[in-house]
């Protein structure tokens, strides 16, 4: 699961995308779902969530976006790899990185816009890390750290 804009956002295919109002402490309730999807579902990969948009990858290589605040699918990409490393967004970049070792880069907002692409030349399972301006991303037998010194 992911936490953003007030919302935890579960996803697994065969169940769902549910947007979940957590309770709030000491006031009683029990939370609630707010709405939930079924397209784009991952069978691996994690939600991930900017408070505006949430994001779902499949295995096979397929972004879904939906908005937060509504559940309202916006769009769908293919990067045409298998996915098994979690996207990360920061800024206005949802940086999705395939088996390949080549991550794209989608623009965040209500349409999808490819931005760009960089590899690193061997395969890819774990999710990239932004630390201090940097891009860290382990390779099957490299630790890449990309960014300004």
């Known amino acids: 699961p992911c936490y953003a804009g007030g919302l935890v956002f579960v996803a697994q295919e065969g169940a769902g995308l549910f947007a979940i109002r957590p309770p709030e402490p000491g006031k009683g309730d029990k939370g609630e ?23 779902l990858t499949t295995s096979s290589g397929f972004v879904t976006c939906y908005a ?18 979690t996207p990360v967004v920061t800024g206005k970049g949802l940086y999705v990185t395939d088996e390949k070792g080549v991550t794209h880069i989608l623009q965040v907002g209500p349409t999808a816009k490819a931005l760009g692409s960089g ?31």
Request: charged letters at 25%; glycine letters at 12%.
């Open 33 to 55: 779902v707010v709405w939930e999807a079924q397209d784009g579902l991952p069978d691996t990969v994690s939600p991930v969530s900017n408070g505006e948009y949430v994001w």
């Open 68 to 85: 937060v605040a509504d559940g309202k699918k916006l769009w769908e990409h293919d990067v045409k790899e298998m996915v098994q490393a």
């Open 119 to 149: 590899k690193v030349g061997e395969k890819v399972h774990a999710t990239p890390v932004f630390v201090d301006g940097k891009i860290f991303i382990r390779g099957a037998k490299t630790l890449f750290g990309i960014g300004a010194k």
